[in-house]
T-cell receptor, first 117, second 110 residues
Framework: GAVVSQHPSWVICKSGTSVKIECRSL??????MFWYRQFPKQSLMLMAT?????????EQGVEKDKFLINHASLTLSTLTVTSAHPEDSSFYIC?????FGTGEKLFFGSGTQLSVL | DAKTTQPPSMDCAEGRAANLPCNHS???????VYWYRQIHSQGPQYIIH???NNETNEMASLIITEDRKSSTLILPHATLRDTAVYYC???????????FGQGTELSVKP
């Protein structure tokens, strides 16, 4: 099956710094990727839809200036958490599909655990 | 997208079939039923999806009722590695977003 690679797997940073998370589709092209956030013992919450070559679409309540998304190519989307604070500590997960929108399945990265001190 | 209702938790004996129910009474005609699972601290894994016919693959079987208002995911011979949170999601086939509910936490016990 298709593979989505996410990097890094975990990151620890100081409060006020920015952190970039990469999501790559390794063996397919993805015009659309999705970013999720998950707090302990909770379900995944969709943050934004990343569209190649255009601006991302953010879900209600998600600050677009804090969570910067760039989808510069058909195989790479990045999420930058700017000026991170302890409340941003969470598990971030990306997903993509080689044929999204046609009833096909999404493939997920392995997630990035962010800890802000 | 339509919402789903799942029991919060279930237990299953190792080697037995695990039957995970899902209610989606407001599902629309063009919405598929998807099942994913998430093992602790990993990204979700696709299991199976279907529109109205029953489906089977190497991982599981999906039984969808004739009125499409509910479905059951069947793991025929559960193993300890099947312990995970299982999510039932309905989504249209026209770029609809995959919205996760609370899922069912399945514990497979020896």
């Amino acid at each position: 099956g298709a593979v989505v690679s996410q990097h890094p797997s975990w990151v620890i940073c100081k409060s006020g710094t920015s952190v970039k998370i990469e999501c790559r589709s390794l063996d397919f092209q993805a015009t659309t990727m999705f970013w999720y956030r998950q707090f302990p013992k909770q379900s995944l919450m969709l943050m934004a839809t990343s569209n190649e070559g255009s601006k991302a679409t953010y879900e209600q309540g998600v600050e677009k200036d804090k969570f910067l998304i760039n989808h510069a190519s058909l195989t790479l989307s990045t999420l930058t958490v700017t000026s991170a604070h302890p409340e941003d500590s969470s598990f971030y997960i990306c997903s993509a599909s080689p044929a999204f929108g046609t009833g096909e399945k999404l493939f997920f990265g392995s997630g990035t655990q962010l800890s802000v001190l | 997208d339509a919402k789903t209702t799942q029991p919060p938790s279930m237990d299953c004996a190792e080697g037995r079939a695990a039957n995970l129910p899902c209610n989606h009474s407001t599902i629309s005609g063009n919405e598929y039923v998807y099942w994913y699972r998430q093992i602790h601290s990993q990204g979700p894994q696709y299991i199976i999806h279907g529109l109205k016919n029953n489906e089977t693959n190497e991982m599981a079987s999906l039984i969808i009722t004739e009125d499409r208002k509910s479905s059951t995911l069947i793991l025929p011979h559960a193993t300890l590695r099947d312990t995970a949170v299982y999510y039932c999601i309905v989504k249209n086939n026209q770029g609809g977003k995959l919205i996760f509910g609370q899922g069912t936490e399945l514990s497979v016990k020896p």
